[in-house]
């Protein structure tokens, strides 16, 4: 039988799923479990039951994995902004880089073995360099709740501090906290500008600065790799990844629907000296075209920085029909990219050939991904060292 809720449980973590969860299993039937590690035994409670699986909360750890370790921050299970300080370090990296793996085969159908090891941060705690806090109000107590959201529900768990945030977005979250909100309800994003780059308020940057010089590394490899002449930079943002690769290819594009990023992303290329590109206001469907079309496809990187819901499929149908010599994939959603990488090599039409996973977010369920697909005609040509169409 299946169990009902409020049912105690004695069960054996076989796996931990993307997301954070705990896989058990009563015989066939799977309980997820938040805050565990793989192999533990542990006791917990039924919250949630439905027809293929329930949810449980932790109650008791009876045999503890070696990998466990005691969370640095006191809000941990509590707030939902972190999923795994109880794992220590090193295994957090390989239970990352299990699960980009699992991702990529299940939805993707891609080899487990394209995934590099995980990079690590050098900094595990104290690396955020924007978070957003929220004030609700708490009828019990009276007052306002200004933190963040709970890991069980939608309500707002009071904070003084967050441990993966820089020692100067918690002195920030101090000053929000002696002169709060008048109500409920109010977001306050909280922010430590990059240096050397405008970024205007509601733009996208990358919120770890320890490690971004990697990521930049992993990106510049693959592009060189790549052979590429020209570089087409979807959802660039206020410019970053165009501007730090630029000095690889003959011209590159910069394409953002947001147009303060766009403007941002000018002057980001004139204060780093940066002459041979442009950046153009607009949607990927409405651009990509004509930019493709000046470009040689075949001498041509597109490089791809989605937000986490992926590309549209208007966008992935495009690139699949124009077919440029190479796509760079970044993204911080492992599973909507193997989803969209999927579409992308059906048919053959690009073969993907690497993946380096880096941890941008440690203590969370997180991971940053770079992904090198090859237009499978080009990379054959280039083996073979035929003579491909000339720009």
Excluded at 39 to 62: M, Q, Y
Aim: net charge positive; glycine share 8%; aromatic share 8%.
């Amino acid at each position: 039988m299946n169990p009902k809720v409020g049912d105690k449980l004695t069960l054996t973590i076989g796996d931990v799923a993307f997301g954070g969860e705990g896989v058990a299993r009563v015989e066939d039937f799977v309980v997820f479990v938040p805050f565990v590690v793989m192999g533990e035994v542990v006791t917990v409670e039924v919250v949630d039951v439905k027809k293929r699986f329930a949810r449980a909360k932790l109650v008791h750890v009876a045999q503890p994995s070696q990998e466990r370790t005691v969370p640095a921050c006191r809000y941990f299970g509590d707030c939902g902004g972190c999923q795994y300080q109880h794992i220590n370090y090193p295994a957090q990296l390989q239970l990352k880089h299990k699960q980009v793996g699992d991702l990529f085969q299940r939805i993707g159908g891609f080899n487990p073995n394209l995934i590099a090891p995980v990079i690590p941060c050098p900094r595990p705690y104290g690396y955020r360099n924007r978070i957003m806090i929220r004030s609700q109000w708490d009828k019990f107590k009276q007052g306002l709740n200004i933190g963040f959201i709970k890991a069980d529900n939608r309500l707002v768990v009071d904070i003084e501090e967050c441990k993966i945030a820089e020692p100067a977005l918690n002195t920030q979250i101090a000053r929000v906290r002696a002169q709060p909100p008048a109500k409920g309800g109010i977001k306050v994003v909280l922010r430590i500008p990059p240096e050397g780059w405008e970024v205007p308020p509601d733009s996208f940057f990358q919120n770890n600065f320890f490690l971004l010089p990697k990521l930049v590394q992993a990106v510049r490899e693959r592009l060189q790799l790549g052979g590429a002449r020209y570089l087409v930079d979807v959802y660039c943002g206020v410019g970053f990844f165009s501007i730090e690769l630029s000095d690889m290819v003959e011209a590159f594009v910069g394409v953002e629907l947001d147009q303060l990023a766009i403007r941002a992303a000018c002057k980001n290329a004139v204060a780093h000296g940066k002459r041979n590109g442009e950046f153009s206001a607009g949607t990927a469907e409405e651009l990509l075209p004509a930019l493709l079309a000046r470009f040689s496809a075949r001498a041509t990187t597109v490089l791809l920085d989605p937000p986490r819901k992926g590309c549209s499929s208007e966008t992935l149908q495009l690139l699949r029909h124009v077919r440029p010599a190479q796509v760079l994939y970044v993204s911080c959603h492992p599973a909507t990219m193997a989803r969209d990488l999927n579409v992308l090599c059906a048919e053959g039409v690009f073969e993907l050939t690497h993946v380096v996973p880096l941890d941008m977010f440690p203590n969370t369920q997180h991971v940053e991904c770079v992904a090198d697909l090859r237009n499978k005609v080009v990379a054959t040509e280039t083996k073979l060292n035929l003579p491909s169409e000339q720009a």
